[in-house]
C-alpha cells in the first residue's frame, strides 16, 4: 500500500482512499477506524517488532478516526498524531535543523486545528520547504511559482476547510516530470481522471481526500488531492 487517506464527517461516513501496487517491497501492516488512544496502542505494538509508520491520515471531524501504513525495516521515523498547528511547525523547523524531511501528514482546519505527521531522516540532503496551509487559489500560485524556478512538489493533501497543505523540494524540477499533479477533484472527477490518465501509463501515488461540511451539517462537500507517477513496464 503506498497511500492511504480517511475522510468523511461522521462515524458512519468515514470512508478510505487507497492505492495498492503489486511490487516487491519491506513486510507492512495497516490500521483504520481507530481513536487516538487506540491509534497509539498499534503504534507501540508495531513500534516494538520494528515497524515503523510511513503513512498517516485522519478523518478530524467527531468522532476523530486514524489510518495509517508501517513498514519494517524503514528508518526510524519521528512520528506524531493529535498535535496542534504550533507544533506542528515547531516540529518542521525543528527537522530542518537536525537534518530529517516531512514525509506525509494530515491535518483538519489550516491554522486552527490539529495535525498527524511522520519526519524520516533526510539521508540525500534535499532542501525542502513546507509554505503552510493554502486555499486552492493560492496553492495553484505556488504552484506555478515553484515549478517555475525549479522546484519540485513531493506530497499534498487536502483538509476539510478544503485548503491544502504541500511538501516542496528545491532544485528538483526531476520530480514535476515524474508526476501529474491535480487538486479540487471531486469524487467523479478524481475516478474520471484515473480512469483516463491509466490508458497513458499514468498510475495515481498519493491521493488524500476531505470532507467539508456547512451550517447544521448541510452541503457536505468532498474534494482530493492526486499525484499520479508514470509507469513503465517491460
Not at 1 to 28: F, T
Not at 93 to 106: E, G, P, S, V
Amino acid at each position: 500500500m503506498i497511500s492511504l487517506s480517511c475522510y468523511g464527517w461522521d462515524d458512519d461516513a468515514v470512508l478510505y482512499a487507497a492505492v495498492w501496487v503489486k511490487e516487491a517491497g519491506p513486510e507492512w501492516v495497516h490500521c483504520y477506524g481507530l481513536n487516538a488512544s487506540d491509534y497509539q496502542a498499534f503504534y507501540d505494538e508495531w513500534h516494538a517488532k520494528g515497524f515503523n509508520p510511513i503513512i498517516i491520515s485522519s478523518a478530524f471531524s467527531p468522532p476523530q478516526r486514524f489510518a495509517a501504513v508501517f513498514e519494517k525495516g524503514v528508518p526510524s521515523t519521528v512520528a506524531k498524531h493529535n498535535i496542534d498547528v504550533g507544533e506542528f511547525e515547531s516540529r518542521n523547523d525543528w527537522a530542518q535543523k537536525h537534518n530529517y524531511i516531512l514525509k506525509w501528514f494530515a491535518a483538519d482546519a489550516d491554522y486552527s486545528g490539529h495535525a498527524a505527521a511522520i519526519w524520516v531522516p533526510n539521508t540525500t540532503g534535499v532542501q525542502w520547504y513546507f509554505p503552510g496551509f493554502q486555499a486552492t487559489a493560492d496553492f495553484q500560485k505556488r504552484y506555478d511559482v515553484a515549478t517555475a524556478v525549479g522546484d519540485g512538489l513531493a506530497f499534498v493533501t487536502v483538509l476539510a476547510t478544503l485548503w491544502y497543505g504541500s511538501i516542496w523540494y528545491r532544485n528538483s524540477p526531476q520530480l514535476n516530470a515524474t508526476y501529474q499533479t491535480h487538486h479540487d477533484l471531486t469524487p467523479e472527477g478524481y475516478q474520471g481522471l484515473v480512469d483516463s490518465l491509466k490508458g497513458a501509463g499514468w498510475y495515481p501515488c498519493v491521493v488524500t481526500g476531505a470532507t467539508m461540511v456547512g451550517d447544521f451539517g448541510l452541503d457536505r462537500k468532498t474534494r482530493f488531492a492526486a499525484m499520479f507517477r508514470k509507469v513503465t513496464h517491460g
